[in-house]
């Protein structure tokens, strides 16, 4: 029997196989994506799903960026590096400078 952290990150993972599959997300992206999550502990999974709770889709991704990017540095140089500004803004990360995430 699986846990509800295990669930959850199956679940991710699946959806970032189907973006892949659909087009929508690029597979090295989805590979840092999917390192990101499993590199998380299961109290940070559970911090992460009280701080998404209720939330909008744009609010509770903006939100997961962030809280990955502070806990993975991969993650964190791929959004730094490799998205575009106009990226950032909607996601209301352009406000972070990199030297203030840890």
């Not at 970032?16 to 109290?43: K, Y």
């Not at 500004?85 to 840890?102: C, P, Q, T, V, Y």
């Amino acid at each position: 029997m699986n846990s509800i952290y295990a669930d959850a990150r199956e679940t991710i993972e699946l959806r970032l196989t189907l973006n892949v599959i659909l087009g929508e997300l690029d597979e090295s992206m989805a590979h840092l994506w999917r390192d990101a999550f499993r590199s998380l502990l299961d109290d940070d999974i559970a911090m992460l799903m009280l701080l998404t709770r209720g939330l909008d889709d744009h609010q509770a991704s903006s939100i997961t960026m962030r809280f990955l990017m502070d806990r993975c540095f991969p993650f964190r140089e791929m959004v730094l590096y490799q998205t575009d500004d106009a990226f950032k803004r909607r996601m209301g990360l352009d406000e972070r400078d990199s030297r203030n995430i840890h």
